[in-house]
């Protein structure tokens, strides 16, 4: 930052030489010019003198001579006073003008709005390092984590070489939904980690989302292979086969991690119920070959999400602002699997998310055994812009059971 006001003063300070010199040249030979005219007419009514003496015209010749002496003298410092007082305030207005024309153009056209967040959120970085991960405060705000994210990719710059803080900096934005930067920041620690399988799974998820998908599966293959026991990244790999519609792999995939897990808990359940869904979808597969008329109309229609989006208090549509609606797996890698953009939307606001809205050309919504939808309220049309949006998320919606007549969000929460 110091650098940035050095350079400003210095343009500044180049500009008013600019401006300066011009004027203060122009004011000294103004100077020298009256004065050498004054010594000229002198010099001229001397010699006029000598022609009236020649001729007998002049009396009284060394008082006509002393009296013009005295005249050039009384005229010279006036006229050089003048110029001095020209060459000293001249360009002082024009130096005034342009302090404040520089400033008044920075403060409308510069970046010191977010150069002082950027400032106020580096600040901070020890307080919410404090609050997000050792507390785990609730009541963080999605301001505060940005602000976070926003310090520590400030503090990586400067200070970068612990893969650990660009490790976190990449989870930060997979969550986030920012693939690309995630992407890059997972790469650096990827680079630095003196263990790969450190990094892996948040890095070939990375690489998922950003379409590279052959190098994420030799990366969770080899990392599998030097420990099979590596649950996060058998959950990864079975979730890259089910994306493929790769039933029989996926089942493979979950079936092989029951035994890490402790029957009973959460994930061996959500685990059991992924294998039951394969199993569902292998068997429909098997059975769409003999399907006629209307039954196989509706497993090609796919099925169909009806959304009914409502505005907590407070919360107002921005002018000419966008509604997203997407769907994305519940616990898993924030991806949209389907999506809706609506411009200028009224509420209360239904709308109706089907296969057809799906990200990956020929995906189906029914291949994910549960779907958790989100509403976003957007000042703009770019989803990624988080300035001044608000979103609201539904519950989990189980796809292999009877579909509610409506899946209710509120939004109330601001990003």
């Known amino acids: ?47 006029e003198l000598g022609e009236e003496r020649e001729q007998g015209l002049l009396g009284e010749e060394p008082e006509t001579e002393l009296e013009l002496k005295r005249s050039l003298l009384d005229d010279i410092p006036d006229v050089e006073q003048g110029a001095r007082n020209g060459r000293s305030l001249l360009w002082l207005p024009g130096v005034l003008v342009l302090l404040v024309v520089s400033i008044g153009l920075y403060l409308q056209l510069g970046a010191w709005r977010e150069v002082k967040v950027w400032q106020e959120s580096a600040a901070r970085l020890g307080e919410l ?63 630095l980690s003196p263990d790969p399988a450190l990094v892996v799974v948040p890095y070939a998820q990375a690489l998922m989302m950003n379409g590279d998908e052959a190098r994420a599966e030799t990366l969770l293959k080899e990392v599998i292979a030097r420990d099979p026991k590596n649950l996060e990244a058998l959950s990864v790999y079975a979730f890259m086969a089910l994306q493929k519609e790769d039933y029989p792999t996926a089942l493979q995939r979950w079936q092989s991690m029951l035994p890490l897990m402790e029957p009973g808990s959460p994930r061996y359940q959500m685990i059991e119920r992924s294998i039951d869904f394969a199993r569902q979808k292998m068997t429909l ?32 549509v921005p002018p000419q602002g966008f509604l997203f609606v997407f769907a994305v797996v519940p616990n898993g890698p924030p ?21 057809s809205d799906a990200m990956m050309q020929g995906g189906k919504l029914a291949d994910y055994p549960a779907l958790q939808f989100k509403a976003r309220l957007s000042p703009s049309g770019n989803v990624m812009e988080k300035s001044g949006a608000f979103e609201g998320l539904s519950e989990p919606v189980n796809t292999q059971a009877p579909l509610p007549a409506s899946i209710d969000i509120r939004i109330a929460n601001p990003l």
């Not at 401006?19 to 030979?29: F, N, T």
């Not at 490790?167 to 650096?188: T, V, Y």
């Not at 991806?335 to 200028?344: C, F, H, K």
């Open 129 to 191: 390092s404090n609050r997000i991960l050792v507390e785990r405060d609730a009541n963080v705000t999605e301001q505060d984590l940005q602000a976070f994210i926003l310090a520590l990719r400030t503090k990586l710059q400067s200070d970068g070489e612990d893969y650990r803080g660009w490790l976190l900096l990449g989870r930060l934005l997979l969550d986030g939904q920012d693939p690309e930067s995630a992407l890059q920041a997972l790469d650096k620690a990827h680079r």
């Open 1 to 47: 930052m110091i650098g940035f006001w050095i350079a400003a003063l210095a343009l500044v300070a180049l500009a008013a030489t600019a401006l300066i010199l011009p004027l203060w040249q122009g004011g000294g030979e103004q100077g020298l010019t009256r004065t050498e005219l004054n010594k000229r007419l002198y010099r001229r009514r001397l010699t």
């Open 285 to 316: 597969r098997g059975q769409s070959e003999v399907m006629h008329g209307t039954s196989q109309q509706e497993v090609a229609t796919g099925l169909r999400f009806p959304v009914t989006v409502t505005l907590a208090e407070g919360v107002t």
């Open 335 to 355: 991806m949209p699997i389907a999506v809706q953009r609506i411009a200028n939307p009224g509420f209360p606001l239904k709308v109706t998310l089907s296969d």
